[in-house]
């Protein structure tokens, strides 16, 4: 069975922190990891990775995929009390259709 | 631009009521469709998908069940609740094509049977 795990299920930083979530899988037949964030309801697209060691990134936001360790980091810099969400992680075999979702990582950024 | 709609937002129900939860996606044509349940504690589980009209694939065996009358309209659905069926429902959608990957999210329904 596909497993998703991801570290920590919480955290609380300072605005201007930087915060590094974990993500960790065993799926049979790897083929993306994606990374959402999700505020209230609706989780949002963030990264699609799907070559390791190439690092992706949007603003603050950045992510890399280590396929050896099998796992991948989400990096937000200067953190601001907007980036305050759950954090998503989820992977897809090259069959099917279906994505495996971690539990998350909740994030919440104080002023 | 496309747009992916739920209603109700959200819904009480009482034990052993019937379900019906509506999903539609504007401005694609022939998407994958997704049912998925977030329960609290628990990641995003993948209950149906559909390919097509028509065609539904169950992910785990449980008391719901989905169908696809038209293209863009998926429904979930039960004839009778559990408590265990309390959560929150995304609904999701993807191009056709295992090239995409990328699902995109409803706003979500949350449920709460008592």
């Known amino acids: 069975e596909d497993k998703v795990v991801q570290s920590p299920l919480s955290l609380v930083v300072h605005e201007g922190d930087t915060v590094t979530l974990n993500c960790s899988y065993e799926?049979?037949?790897?083929?993306?990891l994606l990374w959402y964030k999700q505020e209230k309801k609706a989780p949002t697209f963030l990264f699609m990775l799907t070559s390791s060691g190439i690092e992706k990134k949007s603003g603050r936001l950045s992510s890399i995929l280590d396929k050896k360790e099998l796992s991948s980091i989400l990096n937000i810099t200067a953190t601001q009390t907007g980036d305050s969400a759950i954090y998503l992680c989820a992977v897809r075999r090259n069959s099917g259709y279906a994505l495996n979702f971690g539990k998350g990582t909740s994030l919440l950024v104080t002023p | 631009s496309q747009t992916i709609h739920q209603w109700p937002a959200t819904l009480v129900q009482p034990v052993g009521s019937p379900l019906s939860l509506e999903c539609t996606v504007e401005g694609t044509s022939n998407p994958n469709l997704y049912w998925y349940r977030q329960a609290a504690g628990r990641g995003l589980q993948l209950l149906f998908y559909s390919v097509g009209i028509g065609q539904i694939s169950s992910e785990v065996p449980q008391n719901l069940s989905a169908s696809r009358p038209q293209d863009r309209q998926f429904i979930l659905s039960s004839k009778k609740l559990l408590l265990s069926d309390s959560g929150f429902y995304l609904c999701?959608?993807?191009?056709?094509?295992?090239?995409?990957?990328?699902?995109?999210f409803g706003p979500g329904t949350r449920l709460t049977v008592l």
């Open positions: 799926v049979t037949n790897f083929r993306s």
């Open positions: 999701a959608w993807s191009p056709q094509g295992h090239s995409y990957n990328e699902q995109f």
